[in-house]
């Protein structure tokens, strides 16, 4: 107890001398007190291993490496509240809820064969971690056989109540977790559960492509997807319309966020699962980690240096645009700026930015909550997504009103945005002077560094996609293939841009309400390049595929 009194920031006496009585002096008391808002979770883990002269370590953000983890089995990590984190020089880094327990951490180093470094983590995030970690197809497949063999999901037309009180069996709710751990693991940014003809399946979207991960009896997807239904507080007994939804996990000191999509279909319903950011997560990629080309990079950031106008970022569903807006806002975000948000949802929270969420449930729209936003005394605001001519309006206003806005539209290509807006009802005379500026962005999968190896390419690729001389001897790259990357040759995504800036010409173009091939020829007399021109760039950097920008990417050059 004395250890959390001696934190700088220490909070109320009397709740902690109530929690000392419930945990003692115990790793779990750390993990109530931050719970209690006594202390900082950042603070109160530093001081608490301080006091016992040990690292802390934050397992949700620390390297883990899959050499660590298979050096203790899954039973005794579970039984110890430790996972293997790194091995460097011969020793093991081992996050331990109690790395103080000598014995403990004594056995773990026989067991896995490699003297073990103790490091402190709260137990919560240990055991999470491991739930995660642990998680791979044979486990969820070995889970999924037990529950089949189950005779209580036989009748496939209960009725509605009957069917909620199967959903909240102990083991579909755990499979269900266990489904969810794996995705986040697999680094997945979709699920999609759906019944076929003669089975169910389970695939996953990883670095952009979908992958089939198990198939399972039909008998259960009825109850899958019921219990999915639940979280999200859906009709379970409505099978024949769409339904959205949400619904949360939590995970060590932060929130997993979920959004849900059911579709009717010929076997019955099919769900799709968005994974989101986990709300409070702190590590937020910025403008240098994103690998954009520096001819994009300089003037890109010139442009949200602007104090007035809009910049528009664009591509579709999925292609990261929110992650560059959040880059952005961290680029320009200074005490002496008054920067607001609007989304749908908060995917990341940023420190000393003012974030609101669209909520349609009480008809909290995007237009709603902009217009309030204005009263605000904003200087930088991002709306999530522009999606009506009311949304749009005021967004041209309050960027001819002297404040700078950024904001995604869906479009194919970073000139399209501009005809956009005109299309959804803004008067030409009103975009021309308010838009700065519209960045659009793809994410191709990235070649896995494990496997990376270097390819000579044909003459006829060479001259499908470059029209340089002296490209003959070039390299191109690709992955073969191995257990990190699970055999995809892909490991992880790299962005692909193109950037229009908007010109006195442009504006004029624009004004005369000319078209996108117009706009584009001008656009292309101050550098603009197309998308596919920055994907081949990445390709002869070793980043990506030809195979990646060819799907990623339209043929189409600016003329």
């Not at 995660?132 to 109540?161: K, T, V, W």
């Not at 080309?293 to 890109?300: A, E, G, K, R, T």
Request: aromatic share 6%; glycine share 6%.
């Amino acid at each position: 107890m004395q250890r959390i009194r001696d934190t700088p920031n220490f909070g109320s006496e009397d709740e902690l001398l109530r929690l000392c009585e419930i945990h003692g002096d115990t790793p779990e008391l750390v993990q109530s007190v931050i719970d209690a808002k006594i202390i900082g979770k950042d603070e109160g883990c530093r001081f608490w291993a301080d006091s016992m002269n040990l690292a802390y370590v934050d397992p949700f953000v620390s390297v883990i490496t899959d050499e660590a983890i298979e050096k203790i089995p899954l039973e005794v990590a579970k039984k110890t509240h430790s996972i293997g984190l790194y091995i460097f020089n011969g020793v093991m880094t081992v996050a331990m809820a109690s790395p103080d327990d000598l014995d403990t951490a004594k056995r773990l180093g026989q067991i896995a064969g490699i003297p073990v470094s103790p490091v402190f983590a709260l137990p919560r995030e240990v055991d999470d971690s491991i739930a995660i970690l642990y998680s791979n197809e044979e486990r969820l497949e070995d889970s999924l056989g037990q529950l089949e063999r189950s005779s209580i999901f036989d009748q496939p037309d209960l009725a509605a109540d009957k069917l909620a009180l199967l959903a909240e069996n102990n083991a579909l709710v755990q499979i269900l977790d266990e489904i969810m751990y794996y995705a986040m693991r697999e680094r997945a940014t979709d699920i999609h559960i759906e019944a076929q003809e003669i089975h169910s399946r389970i695939r996953f979207r990883v670095d952009g492509n979908l992958r089939q991960i198990l198939t399972y009896s039909r008998k259960l997807h009825r109850a899958l997807i019921s219990r999915i239904k639940i979280l999200c507080n859906l009709d379970i007994a409505e099978t024949r319309i769409p339904q959205d939804g949400r619904f949360s996990l939590p995970i060590g000191n932060q929130t997993a966020n979920f959004r849900v999509s059911t579709i009717p279909s010929a076997y019955g319903e099919k769900v799709v699962i968005r994974i989101l950011a986990m709300s409070g997560k702190k590590s937020m990629i910025t403008l240098e980690k994103m690998l954009m080309s520096q001819s994009i990079l300089q003037p890109f950031r010139r442009l949200i240096e602007n104090p007035n106008g809009i910049i528009f970022v664009t591509g579709p569903t999925g292609s990261g645009k929110t992650t560059t807006l959040y880059a952005a806002l961290h680029e320009i975000n200074k005490p002496e700026l008054n920067i607001s948000t609007i989304e749908d949802p908060i995917e990341i929270q940023l420190e000393g930015v003012t974030q609101s969420q669209v909520n349609h449930g009480i008809d909290l729209k995007f237009a709603n909550l902009l217009r309030a936003l204005m009263r605000q005394d904003p200087d930088a605001i991002l709306i999530g997504e522009i999606r009506d001519l009311e949304t749009a309006k005021i967004a041209t206003e309050a960027a001819l009103t002297g404040h700078i806005v950024f904001a995604t539209l869906h479009t194919n290509s970073a000139p399209q945005a501009i005809t956009r807006l005109i299309e959804i009802g803004v008067e030409p005379y009103m975009v021309a002077p308010s838009v700065i500026g519209v960045l659009a962005q793809r994410l191709a999968a990235r070649i896995c560094e494990n496997c990376k190896e270097a390819y000579t390419p044909t003459r006829d690729v060479l001259g499908k996609y470059f029209q340089e001389e002296g490209l003959s001897d070039v390299s191109f790259y690709r992955g073969r293939g191995c257990p990190k990357c699970r055999g995809t040759g892909y490991k992880g995504r790299v962005a692909i841009h193109e950037l229009v800036l908007i010109t006195e010409e442009i504006r004029a173009l624009i004004s005369e309400g000319r078209s996108v091939q117009e706009i584009t020829r001008a656009a292309a007399k101050v550098g603009y390049k197309p998308l596919r021109y920055d994907g081949l760039k990445k390709v002869l950097l070793g980043l990506t595929t030809i195979k990646e920008i060819e799907e990623n990417t339209s043929f189409e050059w600016a003329t």
